[in-house]
């Protein structure tokens, strides 16, 4: 089945305590992204990454980091995590940025909390 | 930067009803444009897209959108909802091959049986 998986669903963490958000596909696909998703405010982008070894910063990159060492992974890093970053995440990848006219596919979300 | 509102915050509606969410982006050159909807504790899946031809789009479940340049509008359309369509939608926009989606704040339909 053609899916985008996350790892942990949920997850309650202390400040300041380094944590990683796993994200794979498997579907080939060569454009990866991650969205924090807070009421009111929508989807917004945190990095994104357009292949192996390729990662850009989206609309909200503070505090966060990426790595894309295979093409199926994504992983989701804090490595000082804030109660400002408590939010739903999810993960998401998409065939091909090429033109942009490909649509996303969403993983399940992780719902994190920082106390 | 490219911006995406979507007017309607909050819809109820009763079953039959006919249904209508606003999208208007501001982006003046080619765009490519998404409904995506959410269903309770689930994860963001396509409704429809458009990216040329035909300004109306069909998508999934009997939902349509019909993309409107001079206005730059792509409003999702229904003609008569169902109790199942409560979710909560998002337009999208990828405005001149930009890598990076605009997603607007959504809006909340529930729809009462």
């Known amino acids: 089945e053609a899916q985008v998986t996350q790892n942990p669903r949920y997850l309650i963490t202390v400040t300041g305590k380094k944590l990683t958000v796993t994200c794979s596909q498997n579907?080939?696909?060569?454009?990866m992204s991650w969205y924090r998703q807070d009421p009111g405010l929508g989807l917004r982008q945190i990095y994104y990454?357009?292949?192996?070894?390729?990662?850009d910063k989206g609309d909200v990159p503070e505090g966060y980091k990426v790595s894309r060492k295979e093409k199926r992974n994504f992983p989701l890093i804090l490595e000082s995590p804030s109660p400002n970053q408590t939010s739903l995440y999810f993960c998401?990848?998409?065939?091909?940025?090429?033109?942009?006219?490909?649509?996303?596919?969403f993983g399940p979300g992780t719902r994190l909390t920082v106390t | 930067a490219q911006s995406v509102s979507q007017h309607n915050h909050h819809v109820i509606l009763s079953e039959a009803a006919s249904l209508e969410l606003g999208c208007n982006y501001s982006?003046?050159?080619?765009?490519?444009l998404f409904w995506y909807v959410q269903y309770p504790g689930q994860h963001l899946q396509l409704l429809l897209k458009?990216?040329?031809?035909?300004?109306l789009v069909k998508g999934i479940k009997g939902f349509e959108a019909e993309f409107i340049k001079s206005k730059f509008s792509f409003n999702l359309r229904k003609p008569s909802v169902q109790w199942s369509d409560t979710a909560e939608y998002f337009c999208?926009?990828?405005?001149?091959?930009?890598?990076?989606?605009?997603f607007g704040r959504g809006t909340s339909l529930i729809v009462h049986p």
């Open positions: 998401a990848s998409s065939l091909s940025p090429s033109g942009s006219i490909y649509e996303q596919y």
């Open positions: 579907m080939n696909h060569e454009y």
């Open positions: 990454s357009m292949n192996v070894e390729v990662t």
């Open positions: 982006y003046g050159g080619t765009v490519n």
């Open positions: 458009y990216f040329s031809g035909d300004p």
């Open positions: 999208a926009v990828n405005a001149g091959g930009s890598y990076i989606p605009t």
